[in-house]
């Protein structure tokens, strides 16, 4: 008896030390990662998962997990009705099982995906302000059975964790936030000058439809800065699921290409596509990757050259599939480089250069970062650059280095 008491007091302060540890990391991603790990350790079960809850879709998205490969896994949407995971939410109540398998709540697609079998679990509700953010489970007991005294564990480290997951998207969003309220500074004082222009008796009709017609550039770009700002807040906060699915990157290109050829045709540039129409399958969203292509292939327009040239290729390897935008335009000096992933970075932002937000990469590298990938990126000032996305090419691979 004493020595139950002496472990669970070891337990709860090890909780302490786990509640100060959350408490101080703002990093959305790192934070998941630290309330899986200190669940599987003070519930002692051989793996631990956080699922996130998204009230705007009503539907559960499985984030992170000791034990599985993260990119595979990620964004796998869980269903409210049918899944412990999802009843749990609707009833706000923890659960514990010794056998999940003989549970009709089930939901076996995480298990069928990772090949590994559940047996017995515990699963909490992240609840913080009255509001459920997601549900933290706790798998297969090492030794034993789960106990109500595991459970408990659970429940504590789950309302440390919520208010951290709260805390990290706030703070996530407010940095996002004075970011790009600082980034429509500028494109409103140039529309406030604009405008006071046009009230001047002394502007001429020419001079006045120049200046309507640089309003309504800047509008359409202020309009497009907002979009690229809600789809990078809902990729950053990891509310974005990639519903993957079987398709042929080449055939993409493709379509990507008849998307874009009459802008390219606007600038007196020709694009083309090399080879390898029979590339094997690969999974991954393909919606989102044609947003990848696009923005990389209007890039590769807007800053190339007149009578200049975009070729378009996909290959595949064994693990991954590579899909290259390269282009005979004014390249990127070495130095800009490393930034060119940054938010709002741009690095030809003089005036008479193509107008743009600076936040298209960072959507891209986003987007392939969720799916296990990376971008790589060659440039030569005046000769052109080339952009290459690389994803494993069955969505279970493990992230490509
Ligand atoms: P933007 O909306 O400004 O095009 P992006 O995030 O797509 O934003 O790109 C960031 C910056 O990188 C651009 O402003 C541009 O300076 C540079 N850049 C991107 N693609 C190319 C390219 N193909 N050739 C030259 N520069 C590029």
């Avoid at 509640?19 to 669940?39: E, G």
């Avoid at 805390?167 to 004082?189: G, K, M």
């Avoid at 070729?311 to 480089?337: H, K, L, R, W």
Wanted: proline share 4%; with cysteine.
């Amino acid at each position: 008896m004493a020595e139950i008491k002496t472990q669970r007091l070891d337990g709860y302060r090890r909780l302490i030390e786990i509640a100060r540890d959350l408490a101080s990391t703002l990093d959305l991603d790192m934070l998941l990662q630290r309330i899986v790990h200190a669940a599987a350790e003070v519930s002692g079960s051989e793996a631990a998962s956080i699922l996130l809850y998204d009230n705007l879709t009503r539907q559960l998205n499985f984030q992170v997990a000791t034990n599985l490969d993260e990119p595979t896994m990620r964004g796998l949407v869980v269903p409210l009705d049918n899944s412990i995971a999802g009843w749990i939410v609707l009833n706000r109540k923890s659960v514990r099982l010794a056998n999940v398998q003989d549970d009709p709540r089930f939901f076996g697609h995480v298990d069928r995906m990772s090949g590994r079998p559940t047996e017995s679990l515990i699963g909490v509700p992240l609840i913080t302000k009255n509001k459920v953010v997601g549900v933290l489970e706790a798998l297969n007991k090492e030794h034993g059975k789960f106990t109500e005294g595991d459970e408990s564990m659970l429940a504590v480290l789950g309302s440390q964790a919520a208010v951290a997951i709260e805390n990290a998207r706030l703070f996530q969003q407010s940095d996002l936030i004075s970011e790009f309220v600082h980034e429509l500074r500028t494109p409103l004082a140039s529309l406030s000058t604009a405008t006071y222009l046009l009230l001047r008796p002394e502007m001429s009709r020419e001079q006045q439809e120049q200046i309507i017609h640089n309003i309504h550039s800047e509008t359409l770009r202020l309009n497009s800065m907002a979009s690229s700002f809600l789809d990078l807040a809902r990729l950053e906060s990891g509310r974005v699921q990639f519903r993957k699915t079987s398709f042929n990157a080449a055939d993409l290109l493709f379509e990507c290409k008849d998307i874009m050829n009459s802008k390219a045709e606007d600038e007196d540039v020709h694009i083309r596509i090399e080879g390898s129409e029979s590339m094997p399958p690969c999974e991954a969203d393909r919606d989102k990757l044609k947003q990848v292509i696009l923005n990389l292939l209007s890039n590769a327009i807007k800053y190339n050259r007149p009578n200049g040239s975009v070729f378009m290729s996909a290959s595949a390897t064994e693990p991954n599939v590579c899909m290259t935008v390269q282009d005979t335009g004014i390249g990127i000096p070495e130095e800009a480089i490393p930034h060119l992933f940054e938010k709002f970075y741009r690095v030809h932002d003089a005036e008479g250069n193509p107008s743009g937000t600076g936040l298209g990469l960072s959507i891209c590298r986003q987007i392939v970062q969720g799916h296990g990938g990376r971008m790589e990126v060659k440039s030569k000032v005046g000769v052109g650059t080339s952009f290459t996305v690389i994803i494993p090419r069955s969505g279970k691979t493990t992230p490509v280095r």
